[in-house]
């Protein structure tokens, strides 16, 4: 790698992705190369993302046939169905897939999704009763059922089959379900363990209507594809990486968004304000949305505004969700506030890992809480809730952390009484009385993978390029990368040779700055930097004295729309001298 920005006003280096001699003038090529796309066919494959070139053959995942004829023989035999789910939009856009496409078949379905504050996550022996006692013959668990041993045996006693689809990772103990469909099993050699929980139950629906089809009773393939605007909203809200097939199942998830065809959808993404679907909006408006009802309470009117056809109750769920959310932002707010000065305690103490606990804090928002206090500090950040006697909280890492791999280790200590995750964030639950066990277990571990050093704030950077270049050419260009997300994100450009020519304030409260820079070929390139006024880098800006100074820009080059013209303009980040 290589720093072109040894310290930027925000004090951070800037480091070139790859340091590899420029294989061409293609700066989308040269972007690829960076992120280890390099051979012409793989960049064909990536610039044209389709569903045909990437979707496998589902048979690929080890015991998706014996899933797929154990769900084809129950359907053929009007045995009812249960699909269980989970609380989050992962959780809940892999029911609906489901629970549509069984509907279209005319199974008699039932569907549940665990309260969050009250069951929790995975299987609970309660919900299992109560679907038995609903003369449930067959249970598809989707986004769950990896951790669910007990409760998979408890399934079996009560006369249920059960077939587990699951993306999480499996314990060393894994149930003794009928089928277990999980690309993270130590036995599989699909190499999709980067799909989604909806991304499998999918590949499971192609692989149950493929024998459906066998014997004269599947649906049409473009009924599947109909839910694909379902399979790219939980792919982009989990935060998989939007690499290999969850990037075809993305890009044409956000054009089948973009036909509007499910109801439900479609009237919130009216409500959200909504025009164009994209990574952006489907993550940053719909997710939380859809997210907000099982963060404060129960996720079903976040799947019955999914499952819907009537329009008045599509639009009573909408807006329902749309106030939840807004309470979701109030309570979120004022927990951040008081996280945010315990955190900074942690910082003062030299900690290389942030633990912050609160009484009766809403366990809803731990995650987003957590990932803020990460960015914030770029440190590895739990945040958690003390209730009753109990300890439930959310972490989310940086790299070099594998966090999933700490609260597992604390797990097999006995610190932890649950827990699970990934890397980069993960899930705990633990006896008050074990809090200061874990808060040191969990600053001990960060500091041996660590190595005893917190890596200094860098911004990796996919290219340089003289700021004149920075046009809508360019931007037409980049567009060929896009979806952007989690493994692929919008490339971060770095722009020399500008002279800052003018900043001033701009927004409703006056938060947000928007210049102009002249470049070394003569013309004038606007920028914003959103949320900058009071902060460090808006200071610089606005200080008059560094009008006309010689400076490098950090950000996004994006295209501008404004009553009907269009041009190039930088969203800015960082700036250097």
């Known amino acids: 790698m290589k720093k072109i920005v040894e310290k930027s006003v925000l004090g951070r280096a800037w480091v070139l992705a790859d340091d590899r001699v420029d294989k061409s003038d293609d700066l989308i090529k040269n972007i690829l190369a960076r992120r280890g796309i390099d051979s012409d066919k793989d960049v064909q494959r990536f610039l044209n993302p389709s569903i045909k070139e990437y979707m496998p053959n589902p048979s690929v995942l080890t015991d998706m046939d014996k899933a797929a004829n154990i769900i084809a023989d129950a359907i053929e035999q009007n045995k009812k169905i249960a699909v269980y789910g989970d609380y989050d939009v992962d959780g809940i856009t892999s029911t609906a897939i489901f629970v549509k496409y069984l509907r279209t078949l005319g199974v008699d379905v039932v569907w549940h999704l665990p309260t969050r504050e009250g069951e929790g996550y995975g299987l609970n022996n309660n919900a299992i009763a109560e679907i038995a006692n609903q003369g449930v013959k067959l249970i598809i668990t989707v986004d769950c059922g990896i951790s669910g041993v007990a409760q998979v045996d408890f399934a079996h006693s009560l006369g249920m089959q059960i077939v587990v689809t699951d993306h999480h990772s499996p314990d060393s103990v894994t149930p003794h379900a009928d089928a277990i469909v999980n690309p993270k099993r130590a036995d599989d050699n699909s190499g999709l363990t980067y799909l989604a929980g909806v991304g499998v139950a999918f590949l499971t629906l192609v692989a149950v209507n493929r024998e459906m089809k066998i014997r004269g009773h599947g649906v049409d393939s473009s009924e599947l594809m109909n839910s694909m605007d379902l399979v790219a909203l939980g792919t982009i809200c989990d935060t998989m990486s939007l690499v290999g097939l969850n990037r075809a199942f993305v890009a044409t998830g956000l054009k089948v968004m973009g036909l509007r065809k499910n109801l439900g959808l479609r009237i ?23 997210n907000a009802a099982g963060r404060l309470d129960s996720a079903t009117p976040a799947l019955e505004l999914l499952l819907t056809d009537n329009p008045l109750i599509a639009h009573d769920l909408a807006n329902k969700l749309n106030l939840m959310n807004q309470d979701r932002i109030d309570i979120q707010n004022a927990i951040m506030l008081r996280a945010t000065e315990m955190a900074e305690n942690c910082c003062k103490s030299g900690k290389c890992s942030l633990f912050v606990c609160g009484d009766n804090w809403h366990g809803g928002v731990m995650g987003i809480i957590a ?40 797990l097999a200590a006995g610190i932890v009484s649950e ?70 994100p919008e490339p971060t450009l770095v722009l020399r040779g500008a002279v800052l020519a003018s900043v001033s304030v701009m927004g409703n409260e006056k938060q947000h700055l928007r210049g102009i820079v002249k470049t070394s070929m003569g013309t004038k390139l606007p920028f914003v ?36 013209r269009v041009n190039a303009q930088f969203v800015l980040e960082d700036v250097a001298i």
């Open 268 to 290: 919130l993404m009216d409500v959200a304000k909504i025009k164009e679907p994209s990574v952006y909006a489907a993550g940053f408006a719909l997710g939380p949305r859809l």
């Open 371 to 410: 990932g803020r206090l990460k960015d914030k500090f770029n440190l590895p950040a739990c945040v958690a809730t003390r209730t009753d006697g109990t300890i439930n909280g959310s972490g989310r890492s940086i790299p070099g952390v594998d966090l999933g791999q700490i609260i597992h280790d604390a």
């Open 419 to 488: 827990g699970g995750g990934h890397a980069a964030a993960a899930g705990f639950s633990l006896p008050q009385k074990n809090e200061d066990d874990f808060c040191r277990f969990l600053e001990q571990a960060v500091i041996q993978q660590l190595h005893g050093e917190v890596p200094p704030p860098e911004m990796m950077v996919d290219a340089e390029l003289d700021a004149g270049g920075a046009n809508m050419q360019l931007v037409e260009q980049m567009k060929a990368l896009e979806p952007f997300g989690q493994g692929n």
């Open 529 to 564: 930097g959103f949320n900058m006024v009071g902060t460090q880098l808006g200071n610089f800006l606005l200080d008059d004295v560094n009008l006309n100074t010689k400076i490098r820009l950090l950000g996004k080059l994006k295209d501008n729309r404004h009553k009907g």
